[in-house]
């Protein structure tokens, strides 16, 4: 299959109409688009990314009046936060109504929703009437795109349209949070931060760790957004700068600014990947607000929990 970088809008909607699968932007990163009311079309998108079937996809849709459609026992926290920050980052896990395929949830009774900013993608939903699902454009397991060019690398071949809107302005995934009782939970880190919930929210909220059990979220795997060069952490960044050996280097502390270091963290590991190193070292960004969020691409892009000083190397955890 030879695939298409395309730039209409009327285009990607009516492929979604048939059911096809087609590439397309957000303000997060590219996501892998299909009508998520027509099962044979999801399972496209398992099966290009190589998914694996336990991961449920985010929805998107137009506006808040949609969330509806498709979900029950809304808590309020959701229609105040969704003031703030929807269209937006913001994905709301919620008690799915039946009307989902089982496939996009993977099974279980609840649905995540998101109401996207990107023009484009905004004018795709408009065009289809229909709500959309959309993990990132990117084999299972390996970094998120932020370009039409980055999906082709990824998927080439493999689909047949990816509709281009330029780089994502954002450049990291969404924020996915979830309610119990009054309780607000976060699942995954995003563009928007914790603190920003709670703000808006009045209510305080709560990290999810991989390891809690009972309200995690499926797809909180140890390893994700990878390249596939190894990447390690290490404490003295300086010592590989200096060095003439085959070693990249990705300090997102340069950028000055969290939101800077955000969008550029897929980019800078996609650039050093396809560099042919024999590793790559990095350092955490300072631990709060955005930097959550970056952090935690990190901490999963990297094999293992190595610290590198000198030619001193120590493997935490082994
Ligand atoms: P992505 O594959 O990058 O689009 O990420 C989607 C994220 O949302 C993954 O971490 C999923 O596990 C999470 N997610 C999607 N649907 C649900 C759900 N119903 N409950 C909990 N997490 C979900
Ligand atoms: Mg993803």
């Known amino acids: 299959m030879k695939t298409k970088i395309i730039n209409s809008a009327d285009k990607a909607s009516g492929e979604i109409l048939k059911g096809g699968i087609v590439a397309l932007p957000t303000e997060t990163v590219y996501g892998l688009a299909a009508d998520a009311l027509n099962p ?15 991961n449920p996809l985010i929805v998107h849709v137009s506006g808040i009046s949609e969330f509806e459609k498709y979900a029950v026992s809304i808590p ?3 229609y105040k936060i969704a003031e703030k920050f929807s269209p937006g980052p913001v994905t709301y896990v919620l008690s799915k109504r039946n009307v989902i395929p089982d496939i996009v949830t993977a099974g279980i009774d609840t649905v995540a929703l998101r109401i996207p900013s990107h023009p484009l993608f ?7 009437g229909r709500p959309i699902a959309a993990p990132s454009a990117n084999m299972f397991g390996r970094i998120s795109p ?45 563009f ?35 390249p596939l060069t190894p990447l390690y952490f290490t404490d003295n960044i300086e010592y590989f700068k200096n060095k003439e050996s085959s070693v990249g280097i990705i300090d997102l502390t340069v950028y000055g600014n969290l939101r800077e270091a955000a969008l550029n963290l897929f980019a800078d590991l996609r650039a050093a990947d396809e560099k042919g190193y024999d590793f790559i ?13 970056v952090n935690d691409r990190l901490k999963k892009a990297s094999s293992g929990n190595v610290i590198i000083e000198r030619d001193k190397v120590t493997f935490l955890n082994k």
């Not at 905004?122 to 289809?128: A, T, Y």
């Open 192 to 226: 928007v931060t914790k603190e920003e919930i709670e703000a808006v929210s009045g209510k305080e909220v709560t990290e999810i760790k991989e390891s809690a059990s009972k309200i995690s979220s499926p797809g909180m795997l140890k390893s994700h957004y990878a």
């Open 281 to 293: 070292v990095t350092k955490y960004v300072e631990n709060k607000g955005l930097g959550r969020a």
């Open 76 to 78: 309020n926290a959701v």
């Open 40 to 54: 044979g079309a999801v399972l496209k998108i398992y099966e290009t990314k190589k998914r694996p079937d336990f």
């Open 122 to 128: 905004r004018e795709v939903l408009e065009k289809c």
């Open 146 to 190: 932020t370009t039409a060019e980055d999906v082709l690398k990824e998927l080439n071949g493999k689909i047949e349209y990816i509709l281009d809107g330029g780089r994502c302005p954002i450049g990291i995934e969404s924020t996915v949070i979830s309610f119990e009782g009054e309780r607000i939970f976060v699942l995954r880190h995003g």
